[in-house]
């Protein structure tokens, strides 16, 4: 019985100790306790206002909802920051009437990374992602909003997994 106690308390402690390697977000152990996220320029050729806001804020939520790490204006231990540096709209598919059936809206970002606590994590590189929709719809009000959160989601999940979740 004694044994059976021993045996026990050894699963629990090495259970408890595997949770401080890796959690549910899959970013494993993290030395830093603060973030920044600059605002990221509208550099694009063709501008659409408003994105680069909606941008910097999407990957702020999606930090702070998905690591323990506190937002920081400024001095953080992990710095993002870039511009964002394409959107266009481009035909996909084609009409008998030699007009666009589908169109696609791409959005590129380059993004910098850099972990003041591990030099060898920082990166620069672009993220990239699109939205397909009929070509007989514009591209405005809710339509936009609908794109514009597909697009940012997969971009801002682009970015977390190479920052923090090393995938």
Same mark, same amino acid.
């Given at each position: 019985? +004694? #044994? $059976?106690?021993?045996?026990?308390?050894?699963?629990? &402690?090495?259970?408890?100790?595997?949770?401080?390697?890796?959690? =549910? /977000?899959?970013?494993?152990?993290?030395?830093? +306790? #603060? $973030?920044?996220?600059?605002?990221?320029?509208?550099? &694009?050729?063709?501008?659409?206002?408003?994105?680069?806001?909606? =941008? /910097?804020?999407?990957?702020?939520?999606?930090?702070?909802?998905?690591?323990?790490?506190?937002?920081?204006?400024?001095?953080?231990?992990?710095?993002?920051?870039?511009?964002?540096?394409?959107?266009?709209?481009?035909?996909?598919?084609?009409?008998?009437?030699?007009?666009?059936?589908?169109?696609?809206?791409?959005?590129?970002?380059?993004?910098?990374?850099?972990?003041?606590?591990?030099?060898?994590?920082?990166?620069?590189?672009?993220?990239?992602?699109?939205?397909?929709?009929?070509?007989?719809?514009?591209?405005?009000?809710?339509?936009?909003?609908?794109?514009?959160?597909?697009?940012?989601?997969?971009?801002?999940?682009?970015?977390?997994?190479?920052?923090?979740?090393?995938?």
């Amino acid at each position: 019985m +004694k #044994t $059976f106690k021993y045996l026990l308390l050894l699963l629990i &402690a090495l259970t408890l100790n595997s949770c401080r390697i890796y959690n =549910f /977000t899959g970013t494993g152990q993290i030395d830093a +306790k #603060t $973030f920044q996220v600059n605002y990221f320029q509208n550099n &694009a050729p063709l501008v659409q206002p408003g994105i680069e806001r909606t =941008f /910097t804020l999407k990957l702020q939520d999606l930090i702070q909802n998905q690591t323990n790490l506190n937002l920081a204006s400024s001095n953080g231990d992990l710095l993002y920051e870039g511009e964002i540096t394409g959107y266009s709209i481009s035909p996909m598919s084609a009409t008998a009437a030699q007009t666009a059936a589908q169109n696609r809206l791409t959005i590129t970002i380059n993004v910098r990374f850099v972990n003041k606590k591990k030099d060898a994590d920082n990166f620069e590189k672009p993220f990239s992602f699109y939205y397909d929709y009929p070509g007989d719809q514009q591209l405005i009000g809710s339509n936009l909003s609908s794109a514009l959160d597909i697009i940012f989601e997969r971009i801002t999940q682009d970015v977390f997994n190479e920052s923090l979740a090393k995938w």
